[in-house]
């Protein structure tokens, strides 16, 4: 991401999420109502005003994005059901993003909710939500990734009120792609640090094929990123995550391909538009609370 730029893929992402209003209701997995509010320059509100008039499912790539940010959205979202419902009350956005989760989960009712991003990205994201009058209950921790050593974020979300002796579930969605390997073990040991005994980790990833192979289509959407400001750095060969999530504490729990995940929530001619296996979603869960020792 661009210094004091806000982010422009997290853009994309809650406009993705913001078109669930046109989708058929049969595959309407995740209603975001605040998504839309994060297009705001002028190049997007043009593009809405033109999809409005269209059925999203039949615009060629934005039919498939849509479904795919749907599935995404509703897999995490039921993440965050299954460990509110075991009792788990602290929830953690790292790489929050335009993420609006604690506005539109009623799960997350009596819960606490704390999201940490670039102060660009949270700063925009604010003012977005105050001008349309959505009071968010997320605590803010900005954080300057480029600036600030990982290791002292757990001390700041302590002073923003986290518990540290108490379970968390931090989910890290849309994040995982743009980092170097030292910010992916960095980023790692620290959510560890702030992860009691029963938490749970969720994340996004590619698979390194999408990366070092990838299609013509993926090739087009890699120049886009990266043309933003944001190119893609890192994937795992999913074989080989296992091991390295225990090597920082994390035990892995589950890890889906996102056409999987597609094609047990969407009717199978839907289903195919998502496609990939290289996209995946893994949860991991922290059975100590104590600190991994470096390697």
């Not at 460990?83 to 953690?92: E, I, K, P, S, Y």
């Not at 670039?118 to 600036?147: C, D, M």
């Not at 538009?273 to 979603?281: L, T």
Request: net charge positive; charged share 25%.
């Amino acid at each position: 991401m661009r210094a004091e730029t806000p982010s422009r893929t997290a853009a994309w992402v809650a406009a993705a999420r913001g078109m669930s209003r046109h989708l058929p209701d049969e595959v309407r997995l995740a209603d975001d109502p605040y998504g839309d509010a994060f297009a705001d320059d002028l190049a997007s509100r043009t593009f809405f005003r033109v999809v409005d008039r269209l059925p999203v499912l039949s615009v060629p790539g934005l039919g498939a994005w849509v479904l795919y940010m749907q599935v995404r959205t509703r897999v995490l979202d039921d993440v965050v059901r299954a460990f509110t419902a075991a009792g788990g009350r602290q929830l953690v956005l790292l790489g929050a993003g335009y993420d609006c989760r604690a506005l539109r989960l009623r799960e997350l009712l009596g819960a606490t909710v704390f999201e940490i991003d670039h102060p660009a990205t949270q700063g925009h994201k604010r003012a977005v939500l105050e001008r349309i009058g959505a009071a968010s209950p997320s605590r803010y921790v900005t954080w300057n990734f480029e600036e600030r050593p990982l290791a002292e974020l757990p001390g700041a979300l302590a002073a923003a009120g986290h518990d540290p002796h108490a379970p968390t579930l931090t989910i890290w969605e849309g994040v995982t792609m743009y980092l170097t390997e030292p910010a992916i073990d960095a980023s790692l040991r620290a959510i560890h640090a702030w992860s009691a005994a029963g938490s749970q980790l969720a994340l996004t990833y590619f698979a390194r094929s999408r990366i070092a192979a990838p299609s013509l289509r993926t090739r087009a959407v890699q120049a886009l990123v990266a043309g933003a400001g944001e190119p893609w750095r890192w994937g795992w060969i999913p074989d080989e995550l296992p091991a390295y999530l225990d090597a920082r504490g994390w035990r892995l729990d589950r890890d889906v391909s996102m056409a999987d995940a597609a094609r047990a929530l969407l009717p199978a001619h839907l289903a195919r538009k998502v496609g990939s296996g290289d996209r995946r979603i893994a949860v991991a869960s922290a059975p100590e609370s104590i600190a991994v020792a470096h390697r």
